[in-house]
């Protein structure tokens, strides 16, 4: 499961190494959470921050887990036609709407 850039990680940071193949891992790992998540609730959709919510209450990730990590996750998959971006709108995190995605 690769985006089409054949990366999961998006390396802002410039690793390299033994510490990138260890972030592309974790991001890999995270990336396959959220779609089995998707797969387990076709035919509902969720904002990033109900996601992040339902897998640390599902014990998949902790709240160490950075948002972001879901939301680069949501991207890729979405970019690899797994699931898609909605028109329905629900609050996030701070209260702003936010679109929810769906299981194609």
Same mark, same amino acid.
């Given at each position: 499961?690769?985006?089409e850039t054949g990366l999961n990680f998006y390396n802002t940071i410039a690793i390299s190494g033994e510490p990138l193949k260890d972030a592309e891992t974790k991001a890999k790992s995270q990336q396959k959470i959220v779609l089995d998540f998707f797969t387990e609730n076709k035919g509902k959709s969720f904002t990033p921050y109900e996601v992040y919510c339902n897998?640390?209450?599902a014990g998949k990730i902790t709240q160490l887990t950075p948002i972001t990590s879901i939301r680069r996750a949501i991207n890729n998959l979405t970019l690899e036609c797994h699931i898609q971006k909605t028109? +329905?709108?629900r609050p996030g995190l701070y209260k702003q709407l936010n679109l929810t995605?769906? +299981?194609c």
């Open positions: 499961m690769e985006n897998l640390i209450n028109t +329905k709108k995605w769906e +299981k």
